[in-house]
């Protein structure tokens, strides 16, 4: 009786540790599976097929472990706790490459992709000459996403030199209106 009354923190631990690990294992196995993910708007992961090649190049492995992510019961409720306490306790910002701040919530876009921004400008251009060969109604606007608004000046894209990248790489003649003055972050978040 001494040894239970000693090591009674110890003991419940591993009483809880065990129940919550052979409980979640039951509860994968009984409960169905699950299609679609609605919080990552994604299709779950499938069962994956065994076969001798899957288990020989680790296809197998990778591939149940996916769908047994996607498949733990009460995910959604480990992913907010998890966000909450990294959010809440950890005081960090950033969350899965989703920010929180005062003015509301936006995807992390920085640091600005170059070279996508240049493909992008003479995809426009191509689109430009072919579509309207006359160029003399063709404005670009650039629209700011929410995280310029939504985050501080060194923290975000730089949407001055994107917006130059752009007005660089397109050989037609056009206008170029960029709308980040006109616009706040109250359209992003209107009822």
């Excluded at 992709?113 to 670009?140: Q, S």
């Excluded at 894209?157 to 706040?184: E, K, N, W, Y």
């Amino acid at each position: 009786m001494r040894f239970f009354k000693r090591n009674l923190f110890s003991l419940a631990s591993v009483f809880f540790f065990l129940v919550f690990l052979f409980g979640t294992a039951a509860a994968e196995a009984f409960l169905p599976d699950r299609n679609y993910i609605v919080s990552e708007r994604r299709l779950a992961a499938d069962s994956p097929d065994l076969s001798l090649s899957s288990l020989r190049d680790g296809d197998f492995a990778s591939d149940f472990e996916s769908y047994l992510l996607d498949n733990l019961p009460f995910r959604e409720s480990f992913r907010r706790l998890k966000n909450r306490f990294s959010h809440k306790i950890l005081g960090l910002s950033d969350i899965d490459g989703y920010f929180l701040t005062e003015n509301g919530t936006a995807k992390d876009l920085s640091p600005l992709n170059t070279e996508l921004a240049e493909k992008n400008a003479a995809l426009i251009d191509r689109i430009i000459k072919r579509y309207f060969p006359e160029n003399d109604k063709v404005t670009l606007a650039l629209i700011p996403d929410k995280a310029y608004y939504a985050r501080p000046a060194g923290e975000r894209l730089d949407s001055d030199a994107l917006f130059a990248i752009l007005d660089q790489g397109v050989a037609s003649q056009h206008r170029t209106d960029p709308l980040l003055p006109p616009f706040s972050l109250f359209p992003y978040y209107a009822p």
